[in-house]
Nanobody
Framework: QVQLVESGGGLVQAGGSLRLSCAASGRIFSINSMGWYRQAPGKQRERVAVISSGGSTNYADSAKGRFTISRDNAKNTVYLQMNSLKPEDTAVYYC??????????WGQGTQVTVSS
């Protein structure tokens, strides 16, 4: 059983910063990548940022220059540093874990609300 526990969401004013964390635990083998997606009310879930096991990163255009994804392989933890937050960043943020053997896992989500 694999669990993903997210933390760090909350309410922040526009221009502020938040740091999300996602810790994976359980029977984890061969992590391929970890990442963050988000889903705003009435919209589809969208990719925010992904980081491979080798450290390569990929960002959505909306996140480039403002968000930074990083990971601690020893702790099976991925982080998302979000700066210069905008009201349109308001969403539930989900952590994603992709393995090469046992499949894909999602976290329960953490709410990020940016007030104008």
């Amino acid at each position: 059983q694999v669990q993903l526990v997210e933390s760090g969401g909350g309410l922040v004013q526009a221009g502020g910063s938040l740091r999300l964390s996602c810790a994976a635990s359980g029977r984890i083998f061969s992590i391929n990548s970890m990442g963050w997606y988000r889903q705003a009310p009435g919209k589809q879930r969208e990719r925010v940022a992904v980081i491979s096991s080798g450290g390569s990163t990929n960002y959505a255009d909306s996140a480039k220059g403002r968000f930074t994804i990083s990971r601690d392989n020893a702790k099976n933890t991925v982080y998302l540093q979000m700066n210069s937050l905008k009201p349109e960043d308001t969403a539930v943020y989900y952590c994603l874990l992709v393995t090469t053997i046992s499949g894909t896992y999602w976290g329960q989500g953490t709410q990020v609300t940016v007030s104008s």
